[in-house]
């Protein structure tokens, strides 16, 4: 198998560096049946899977690189995960691009910082994500897609926030800290409704998540409480400024 001659190469390379020369030829290698453990040192977390496909593509001005998977993190918690990534040999930056399902919000906020807003949601969450790094693996753009499913929000509040299900289409420049949600849509327990702005974070001097501010224009709004309106009552049209701390 082709893992196993880059193994026996890599060792012998050690005696015999000329050894490792027709790595320089391949192409393409492509891996299946793979055990995976990943730890985090960061926060200490860790996920593993079995039956895991990989492949790299190796070309002259780039290296492409997939692993599919099912991952089961520490907590016992498990998401599918399709990653892709790209690097150009010229400049060194990186691209990649994450799909999951049933991912928790934890989890993912341990993995993009910038995300940390979203460890206040108790609910799975799938999507796609893509993150961009430069040479020194700083990360410099961030896009993506979150679907949310039903759960509540992580909020001190006198009765649970529930939602039936949440989706967002966002975009976020490191520089300053900014994300810009192109669409968001809330189906909760006491409203619905679809909204589209900005969120600014800020950090304490650890760097740690210490404010969030967001300004939202909501161009449809339906207050649907049960327990309170026998139907919903809409509205067209509304603006909504916020900080979560």
Same mark, same amino acid.
């Given at each position: ?19 490792? !020369? ?17 730890? !985090? ?21 780039? *290296? ?9 993190? !520490? ?38 910082? /910038? ?29 993506g897609k979150l679907e949310v499913g ?48 900005? /969120? ?7 760097? !740690? ?20 309106? *026998? %139907?919903?009552?809409?509205? %067209? ?9």
């Amino acid at each position: 198998p082709q893992e196993g001659l880059v193994l026996a190469a890599a060792v012998d390379g050690m005696e015999e560096p000329n050894a490792l !020369d027709f790595l320089t030829r391949l192409e393409t290698v492509s891996l299946t049946d793979l055990s995976v453990a990943y730890r !985090d040192n960061k926060t200490g977390r860790s996920w593993n899977a079995t039956g895991v496909e990989a492949r790299v593509d190796l070309r002259p001005t780039q *290296r492409l690189a997939s692993l599919r998977g099912a991952f089961v993190s !520490d907590l016992g918690h498990a998401t599918e995960l399709w990653l892709r990534a790209r690097q150009e040999l010229e400049g060194g930056g990186a691209e990649f691009l994450f799909e999951f399902d049933g991912a928790r919000p934890a989890d993912l906020a341990s993995q993009v910082d /910038a995300l940390a807003p979203i460890t206040l949601i108790d609910a799975p969450v799938s999507g796609n994500l893509m993150v961009r790094v430069n040479s020194a693996g700083v990360m410099t753009e961030l896009a993506g897609k979150l679907e949310v499913g039903a759960g509540r929000l992580d909020v001190d509040a006198p009765d649970p926030v529930t939602f039936s299900g949440a989706e967002a289409y966002f975009a976020f420049d490191p520089a300053s800290e900014t994300f810009t949600i192109n669409r968001l849509f809330v189906d909760a327990a006491m409203a619905q409704f679809t909204a589209a702005g900005m /969120a600014q974070l800020e950090r304490d001097r650890s760097g !740690d998540l210490e404010v969030c501010f967001w300004q939202m224009d909501v161009p449809r709004l339906s207050l649907t409480a049960e327990q309170y309106f *026998r %139907e919903p009552i809409p509205f %067209e049209r509304g603006h909504v400024i916020g900080r979560v701390s």
